[in-house]
């Protein structure tokens, strides 16, 4: 199912539930990440990752992830901008994508930028800027 365009998620879900403990064996041998990979396909897809993830600790990775970021995002945005002087210019910007989007997107890739400020590290190391004209001006991804 690994190769296809678009695996059946139930299945997939159902799957990686019923594998969790040979996941868990492989996981604890120490295999590194390109074997498990290998092994593993659909756990380092959203999907695989929330369903080990949960089965694990009994809590929704997602879930949990969106509501600590909304609830703590603010604060910890303000904190940057008022210990280090690095992060205002982010900081502007940040507002200025909000206020043309009108939602609070732009603070996902704006934390991280204005982190990767604060501690002196370059955005290379984190983010990859593609030209993706066909959608729009920049393309942010992960690496």
Request: charge should be negative.
């Amino acid at each position: 199912m690994a190769t296809e365009v678009s695996p059946d998620v139930v299945a997939v879900h159902t799957l990686m539930h019923q594998t969790y403990c040979l996941q868990r064996l492989d996981i604890n041998e120490g295999l590194d990440a390109v074997q498990l990979k290998t092994l593993w396909p659909f756990l380092f897809t959203a999907d695989g990752i929330n369903t080990h993830f949960e089965q694990l600790t009994g809590v929704p990775l997602m879930k949990t992830m969106k509501s600590a970021f909304e609830r703590k995002v603010d604060n910890l945005m303000e904190y940057l901008k008022s210990s280090s002087k690095r992060c205002l210019p982010v900081a502007e910007l940040i507002a200025e994508a909000k206020g043309e989007l009108h939602n609070d997107t732009p603070s996902v890739v704006g934390l991280l930028l204005m982190l990767t400020a604060h501690f002196h590290e370059k955005e290379d190391g984190l983010l990859l800027l593609k030209d993706a004209s066909w959608h729009c001006s920049r393309q942010l991804t992960f690496m």
